[in-house]
């Protein structure tokens, strides 16, 4: 699932591509736009926001994209083959007379009014790669509900923007907290020390195409998929167990050493099958 280092990944390429150009090519293949014809506008900025991209449009007009659990963005010089998959699940195409964009499987493609910006992107907390990027008010808002288990508390973006799964483990990790510990339990010194932590960790990682919290090559997370492998730190069995509302049940990762709180029990690691020999 694309982080928010990815999209900022994303956007740059995509700015890097787009910005400052005529659009050549323009097709909107979600019904509401069938018709809307972007060509002979030149593209100002693409902007991430939490993980949302806004490609910002001569005309004030915005292509709010969001990539969620497996849409992309490619980008392709003229002439190039593209490879980002089947043409049915191609969303959009922006072109110009040098390179052309390809939008994939994106779930969400809304064209509007820069203006009206907010309403796509205005419910985000404080961005981690963004200038708006505010540590007390992201703090403020995690530990506004308190009884939120730590771990659902940092994936929500209305409390800061940015962060998903592979980093919400990670992170748990690095407070040396279960992701099931409410929020409100964590000690006001660690509470203290997660804005500026998970910032860190996206920073570190917008210009690496690896992405590491752990700084060793070969060992890039702590424990973000390492189930039942040895815990980086103390060698414990990493588990695995899915957290979430039911809806969006996303695995979870921790050291039953490492982090202190509650947990429930492990999902049973998926081990490669046995050879049976008779
Ligand atoms: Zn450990």
Request: glycine share 10%.
């Amino acid at each position: 699932m694309p982080e928010g280092d990815t999209v900022w990944q994303t956007a740059r390429r995509l700015h890097d591509a787009l910005a400052g150009k005529v659009l050549t090519r323009s097709d909107l293949r979600v019904p509401k736009y069938a018709t809307a014809d972007l060509t002979g506008r030149t593209v100002l900025d693409v902007t991430p926001r939490g993980k949302h991209l806004l490609t910002r449009i001569e005309g004030g007009l915005t292509l709010h994209s969001h990539l969620r659990m497996d849409g992309s963005w490619k980008v392709y010089a003229n002439g190039r083959r593209w490879t980002g998959g089947p043409s049915h699940q191609i969303r959009v195409i922006l072109g110009n007379a040098d390179s052309t964009a390809v939008g994939y499987r994106l779930p969400v493609l809304d064209l509007l009014r820069t203006a009206d910006e907010q309403r796509a992107v205005g419910h985000l907390g404080p961005d981690l790669l963004g200038p708006d990027w505010d540590p007390e008010q992201a703090l403020a808002n995690l530990l506004a509900d308190p009884a939120r288990p730590l771990g659902e508390a940092v994936l929500d973006q209305r409390n800061l923007a940015g962060i998903g799964n592979v980093y919400k483990s990670e992170l748990c990790f690095l407070l040396g907290a279960t992701p099931w510990l409410p929020i409100g339990a964590l000690p006001a010194d660690r509470a203290a020390k997660l804005p500026s932590l998970a910032k860190k960790l996206l920073e570190a990682n917008r210009d690496r195409p690896v992405r590491t919290t752990t700084g060793r090559r070969g060992q890039d997370l702590f424990v973000y998929g390492r189930a039942p492998r040895p815990c980086l730190r103390c060698h414990t069995s990493v588990r695995v167990a899915d957290q979430g509302d039911g809806s969006r049940e996303r695995p979870t990762y921790w050291c039953p050493n490492c982090q202190a709180g509650p947990a429930p029990s492990p999902t049973r690691p998926r081990t490669t099958p046995r050879r049976t020999t008779n």
